[in-house]
């Protein structure tokens, strides 16, 4: 039996390469840039298997360039950019990688919170501009202590920046579609959403895109939260509406916010959001450990080659799908 026909849109882990090579012939975009669609339409056409690094649209109009896929993996918890209907109708199980970057993301979200609360960032650039001058320091900050951390979407990630929050001395409420079971072992209460808006000093964001949390946080959710509340978004940057969150924190509606997720994406230098005094950004790295990321790759690479074997993917988002 020959080989399995793989297409990797980037490069990925050595060890996750060497374990799809032992199986597949491999093909990888090597470049930085996103791999020319025209050409992936092209290389699809005799491929097995599609290790997405996260930077294509896999929809039907590829699908249908690809009639021998048997599975699309891709190497993100995250599937946006996934038509997960389409590959369905075409019997093509889709796995992403969940679990394996729940603490990494835990700590970066939480990281957002203690910089923006202690003001880090502000505190380097005061440092750094030599305004530090007699021991003269105007980077105060605000407690967490005895503050009330809201988190909409409590599910493995929110739960671990729930750990992390106790930790603190944070009190928890939090938001989901429907309350955990388990809420009590978090320490943390269920309450609407509006409640959540009205109540929190420190508001995170853990939901996934979805047509029903697409521009959830808009003009109205940001003129029901506290003048002094903190907004932290590490989920994705559609579910806010970014000319809404500019104009809360421009005219201090709310008091700061912290993204590891933009809309744009990336966003570009001179975006007015970058203009604000009241706001941290980092380039979408809730993921960016040496030891999460090798993981995620390994888990992608798992459920590629058990989708070319025709089994059960680790991590499948489509399960009902028949393979080929």
Not at 75 to 104: H, W
Not at 169 to 179: D, F, P, T, V
Request: charged share 20%; hydrophobic share 40%; with cysteine.
């Amino acid at each position: 039996m020959g080989k399995f026909k793989v297409l990797l849109t980037g490069r990925t882990w050595p060890a996750a390469l060497e374990a799809i090579q032992e199986e597949c012939e491999v093909k990888v975009w090597e470049d930085s840039s996103p791999i020319p669609r025209s050409l992936l339409m092209d290389w699809l056409q005799e491929a097995e298997g599609l290790f997405s690094t996260g930077d294509v649209h896999v929809n039907e109009e590829l699908l249908a360039a690809a009639p021998n896929l048997k599975v699309v993996a891709q190497s993100s918890v995250g599937y946006d950019n996934i038509d997960i209907e389409a590959c369905t109708r075409r019997g093509i199980p889709f796995g992403n990688t969940p679990g394996v970057l729940v603490e990494a993301t835990a700590d970066l979200t939480f990281a957002l919170l203690l910089s923006s609360a202690r003001r880090i960032h502000e505190g380097w650039e005061f440092v750094k501009s030599g305004s530090w001058k007699n021991g003269v320091n105007i980077s105060l900050g605000v407690d967490l202590f005895g503050k009330t951390l809201g988190i909409v979407g409590m599910g493995d990630i929110g739960s671990a920046v729930a750990r992390r929050a106790r930790a603190c001395g944070l009190k928890l409420i939090y938001h989901n579609r429907s309350q955990r079971e388990d809420d009590q072992l978090l320490e943390a209460q269920y309450v609407s959403f509006d409640a959540l808006l009205e109540q929190a000093d420190f508001i995170i964001v853990l939901v996934p895109l979805s047509n029903q949390s697409r521009g959830m946080f808009g003009k109205k959710e940001f003129a029901k939260m506290k003048s002094s509340a903190y907004f932290i978004n590490a989920s994705r940057g559609s579910i806010v509406d970014t000319e809404a969150l500019y104009e809360s924190l421009r005219t201090n509606q709310i008091a700061y916010a912290a993204l590891d997720v933009t809309d744009p994406e990336p966003i570009s230098g001179d975006h007015p959001l970058l203009s604000l005094p009241n706001i941290l950004i980092t380039p979408h790295v809730g993921s960016a450990t040496y030891e999460t990321r090798n993981r995620m790759a390994n888990l992608a690479a798992d459920n590629l080659l058990a989708g070319l074997r025709g089994e059960k993917l680790p991590a499948c988002v489509n399960p009902s799908v028949q393979f080929k």
